[in-house]
């Protein structure tokens, strides 16, 4: 996996901002507040740490803020298949009065499937690894749990999905209905009979099947996306027929300016943001 030296990034947005915040925040609540970001490392029982980002207005103690945790796609290719890809619009939520948690998640960036039980296990790691960081999320100052958001691309909104049932909303991006599909198509090359076998390895944590516990959800997909077809879409429209449905058709599996810009106007409706 890439790695990025973020710290010049980070600067910038903690520049641009506390300059469009820091002279009238304490004053005019419409205007963004100051935001910082640190790196923060989270427990997680017989695992190594999660590193996250931590973003967070730069407010008074016990303000109520709303809570989000940003889950990161997986595209090899891509210098931002890691917590970086969504940390200008953690820093842009932030500033409007969230808290967010982005942690790196590890499975399947850093370790491949290998097409037995013990993918269910991986799976089941890092969904543990994704609950503690939902749980810091919780845990931060200020943070009013009946308005959270989880949102996630690709992997990431796979395993958002198996969590979002504990949040106010869910914002689920171009994401896979099963596990067992992206990882025999990409990695393993199985027999159908051994395909048909290996679905079952991760029976109740599939994410068409568990989407329709969430409570509200925005579905974002992408109409040149080569890895989401036409009928994973109406898979999860099926499974959560109440959903928001955005379909980008001229955009591929990344998504668009478009997408995020319309992401960050539901999750602020819904949170109860300006």
């Known amino acids: 996996m890439r790695r990025l030296a973020v710290a010049t990034m980070i600067g910038a947005l903690l520049l641009g901002v506390a300059a469009a915040g820091a002279s009238s925040a304490a004053t005019d609540a419409r205007k963004p507040q100051p935001v910082v970001v640190t790196d ?30 940003y ?21 842009a939520l932030a500033s409007k009065g969230a808290v967010a948690i982005l942690p790196q998640l590890t499975f399947p960036w850093s370790a491949d499937p290998v097409g037995d039980e013990t993918d269910r296990v991986k799976v089941t790691n890092q969904l543990a690894a994704v609950e503690a960081a939902y749980q810091a999320l919780l845990a931060q100052d200020g943070v009013d749990s009946r308005r959270t958001a989880v949102i996630g691309h690709d992997y990431g909104a796979m395993y958002a999905s198996l969590i979002a049932k504990r949040a106010h909303a869910m914002v689920f991006m171009a994401g896979d209905a099963t596990w067992a599909n992206w990882f025999d198509t990409y990695w393993l090359g199985l027999e159908p009979d051994q395909a048909v076998a290996y679905r079952k390895v991760f029976a109740g944590l599939d994410p068409v099947d ?8 925005y579905f974002q997909w992408a109409g040149r996306d080569i890895f989401v ?13 109440d959903a928001k449905v955005s379909l980008y058709e001229k955009s591929d599996h990344f998504l668009t300016q478009q997408a995020k810009d319309d992401r960050l106007a539901w999750v602020s409706s819904e949170l109860g943001l300006r």
Not at 40 to 48: C, E, L, S, T
Not at 57 to 69: F, R, Y
Not at 229 to 241: D, G, L, Q
């Open 210 to 217: 568990n989407v329709a516990r969430a409570y509200d959800v």
């Open 229 to 241: 077809t036409p009928e994973v879409r109406a898979a999860f429209s099926a499974a959560k027929p």
């Open 40 to 69: 923060i490392q989270i427990p997680v029982h017989g695992q190594a740490p999660v590193t996250a980002y931590l973003v967070r207005p730069v407010a008074k103690k016990h303000q109520s803020l709303v809570g989000a945790l």
């Open 71 to 91: 889950l990161h796609w997986f595209e090899p290719p891509s210098s931002t298949q890691n917590r970086t890809e969504f940390l200008s619009e953690a820093v």
